[in-house]
């Protein structure tokens, strides 16, 4: 008996849960859970199955009846075993909270994923206290101004890898429009801030100079609009006056990576899909 996901988004139009059940079912499938979600403003369906095969040789079979079917709905689908992890790519830069503790959660098996690889814009040095054991180090600083030299030799390692999700984990560099692009609904980013508010450098010392009362941090996909990308997740902290702008970053850290860290398990579980600005998000 395996577990398998199935994720689908197409145009909506009648018949599509029931085209989907009728594959499972003839291939041998039990649902085990299903969510779905027809999108009003895009005009889009999105859908999350789980479902054990009992017979894995049908999996062949079941992935040509499937393809079968998206073509027909002019739309995508992916299915995958749920217990294989996907291969990730972590971008960091000095501060390694968010690093360190997507780093454990792939170690206790709370994410579901490889990492394949660090890259970081700062040398090994800056993190000479952590041990990242055989996950190799890619030091890849922009020398002389030269963004395009950087970002090929980022590429590189996306494609030599063979990542399947970059997380920016606190990663303080923008990504050209170019490279932005080729992440396409591949790349997290989390920013220290509670979006659309306070964007921008020092966001929490803009938000301790209007005197706020709550703080946040948003976890998006990475688009070629700076910190304008869909929201994965989202989540805030309770502050008062007496809190000094040091007491705010402090704070701040352990939203930045719980919210990421969900944004990552959402996208590794495949239950985030993009509907134009917005995402749809499955929860579990």
Same mark, same amino acid.
């Given at each position: 008996?395996?577990?398998?996901?199935?994720?689908?988004?197409?145009?909506?139009?009648?018949?599509?849960?029931?085209?989907?059940?009728?594959?499972?079912? =003839?291939? #041998?499938?039990?649902?085990?859970?299903?969510?779905?979600?027809?999108? $009003?403003?895009?005009?889009? @369906? @999105? &859908?999350?199955?789980?479902?054990?095969?009992?017979?894995?040789?049908?999996?062949?079979?079941? /992935?040509?009846?499937?393809?079968?079917? &998206?073509?027909?709905?002019? #739309?995508?689908? *992916?299915?995958?075993?749920?217990?294989?992890?996907?291969?990730?790519?972590?971008? %960091?830069?000095? @501060?390694?909270?968010?690093?360190?503790?997507?780093? +454990?959660?792939?170690?206790?098996? *709370?994410?579901?994923?490889?990492?394949?690889?660090?890259?970081?814009?700062?040398?090994?040095?800056?993190?000479?206290?952590?041990?990242?054991?055989?996950?190799? +180090?890619?030091?890849?600083?922009?020398?002389?101004?030269?963004?395009? $030299?950087?970002?090929?030799?980022? /590429?590189?390692?996306?494609?030599?890898? #063979? &990542?399947?999700?970059?997380?920016? $984990?606190?990663?303080? !560099?923008?990504?050209?429009? =170019?490279?932005?692009?080729?992440?396409?609904?591949?790349?997290?980013?989390?920013?220290?801030?509670?979006?659309?508010?306070?964007?921008?450098?020092?966001?929490?010392? !803009? =938000?301790?100079?209007?005197?706020?009362?709550?703080?946040?941090?948003? $976890?998006?996909? %990475?688009?070629?609009?700076?910190? *304008?990308?869909?929201?994965?997740?989202?989540?805030? *902290?309770?502050?008062?006056?007496?809190?000094?702008?040091?007491?705010?970053?402090?704070?701040?850290?352990?939203?930045?990576?719980?919210?990421?860290?969900?944004?990552?398990?959402?996208?590794?579980?495949?239950?985030?899909?993009?509907?134009?600005?917005?995402?749809?998000?499955?929860?579990?």
């Amino acid at each position: 008996m395996t577990r398998h996901m199935l994720t689908l988004s197409c145009p909506d139009r009648p018949g599509i849960v029931a085209g989907l059940s009728a594959a499972l079912f =003839a291939h #041998g499938g039990n649902i085990t859970e299903a969510d779905q979600f027809n999108d $009003a403003d895009t005009v889009m @369906f @999105f &859908a999350r199955i789980e479902f054990t095969l009992a017979d894995g040789d049908a999996e062949p079979a079941l /992935r040509t009846a499937l393809d079968s079917l &998206a073509q027909s709905l002019d #739309g995508r689908f *992916e299915l995958r075993r749920r217990d294989t992890p996907r291969r990730v790519l972590l971008l %960091v830069s000095k @501060f390694d909270h968010c690093l360190v503790d997507l780093l +454990y959660r792939a170690r206790i098996g *709370e994410l579901l994923m490889e990492p394949v690889g660090i890259v970081s814009n700062h040398p090994r040095e800056v993190h000479a206290s952590l041990d990242f054991g055989q996950i190799p +180090y890619h030091y890849l600083p922009m020398v002389n101004g030269n963004k395009q $030299a950087q970002e090929d030799a980022i /590429r590189a390692v996306v494609a030599d890898s #063979g &990542a399947e999700l970059v997380v920016l $984990a606190r990663y303080m !560099q923008i990504l050209s429009d =170019a490279l932005a692009a080729d992440l396409a609904g591949r790349c997290i980013n989390i920013h220290h801030s509670f979006l659309p508010g306070f964007k921008g450098a020092k966001p929490y010392h !803009q =938000a301790h100079a209007r005197g706020v009362k709550l703080i946040g941090a948003s $976890a998006h996909y %990475v688009t070629a609009d700076l910190d *304008e990308g869909p929201i994965i997740a989202q989540d805030v *902290e309770p502050i008062s006056h007496a809190d000094t702008p040091d007491d705010l970053v402090r704070k701040g850290r352990d939203i930045e990576r719980r919210v990421l860290a969900r944004a990552v398990s959402y996208h590794l579980e495949g239950r985030t899909f993009i509907s134009g600005t917005r995402t749809v998000v499955f929860p579990h």
